[in-house]
């Protein structure tokens, strides 16, 4: 038998597996779609569940405040501490609030926070909403006559899309409060003057570029953990899954949406 008859039948079969692998992109794609576009129907609709949304956003919020506060305050901590030996081979430790500034507010404060509520937050949404689907407790729901998509989706995105920019915006100032420690002992700066270095170099763009991105971060980690657990397999491995994939998928999708953020932010400087 020749080379070219060994190979036929397999070429056929890898070309079927691709084109299979193709479509389920897509499809995948189309359900992702469907989905968001689901959300931005129901969420302008009657009845709206304000009682479940506060609820959730104490759930995103107000659980979270330890952790932020702690990652926030180590961060400007490390940051200002492996940032002074550079300057100082210039001589230019002075500048060391202005740069704390400038990294803190523009992009480790938003950064930060996506990255801690994506891994808690997110995995606790879509291991909830896995869990329910598991259980049939969401064809329940729709068969009683209850809106589970706006009961349960609506409410848990709206309140991570509201909680996380506020949460950035506390861990910015947490930050620059564990930076000001560390240039208070190393540099004696007071803290009226660190505070007027802090605030020079920024613009009104980096506040607004700041509360974009802290936005779209909360939004996503919303909708994609919601979307994994609403649709989570079948079985209590589905549960574990469907937390796993929240928060993978929401880092991805942070650092891709951080890069063009910055990028629409550049053109505006």
């Avoid at 008859?5 to 890898?14: A, E, H, I, N, R």
């Avoid at 499809?27 to 009657?46: G, Q, W």
């Avoid at 064809?139 to 209850?146: K, Q, R």
């Avoid at 609403?230 to 574990?240: L, R, S, Y």
């Amino acid at each position: 038998m020749s080379t070219e008859d060994k190979l036929s039948p397999v070429q056929p079969q890898k070309r079927s597996s691709f084109i299979r692998g193709l479509e389920d992109f897509f499809l995948s794609i189309y359900r992702i779609y469907l989905f968001v576009a689901r959300f931005f129907k129901e969420v302008f609709l009657p009845p709206y569940e304000w009682n479940e949304v506060v609820k959730q956003c104490y759930q995103v919020g107000v659980r979270s405040f330890t952790l932020i506060t702690v990652t926030g305050f180590i961060v400007g901590v490390i940051f200002t501490k492996q940032s002074r030996p550079s300057l100082a081979e210039f001589g230019a430790t002075s500048w060391l609030p202005g740069l704390v500034s400038i990294a803190i507010m523009r992009a480790l404060a938003p950064l930060v926070t996506a990255l801690i509520a994506a891994g808690k937050v997110g995995s606790s949404i879509g291991a909830e909403l896995g869990s329910m689907r598991v259980t049939e407790q969401i064809d329940a729901m729709e068969v009683s006559g209850t809106k589970p998509f706006k009961y349960l989706v609506c409410t848990r995105v709206i309140a991570t899309t509201v909680a996380i920019p506020l949460l950035a915006t506390y861990v910015g100032f947490i930050a620059l409060l564990g930076g000001f420690l560390n240039v208070n002992a190393g540099e004696g700066t007071t803290f009226s003057t660190y505070m007027q270095q802090v605030f020079e170099p920024l613009t009104f763009i980096d506040f607004e570029a700041s509360l974009a991105k802290s936005i779209v971060f909360g939004f996503t980690i919303g909708i994609v953990s919601c979307y994994q657990g609403f649709f989570a397999d079948k079985g209590t491995e589905g549960v574990g899954k469907a937390a796993n994939a929240s928060v993978v998928t929401a880092m991805f999708l942070v650092f891709i949406e951080e890069v063009i953020i910055v990028q629409i932010a550049g053109w505006f400087r």
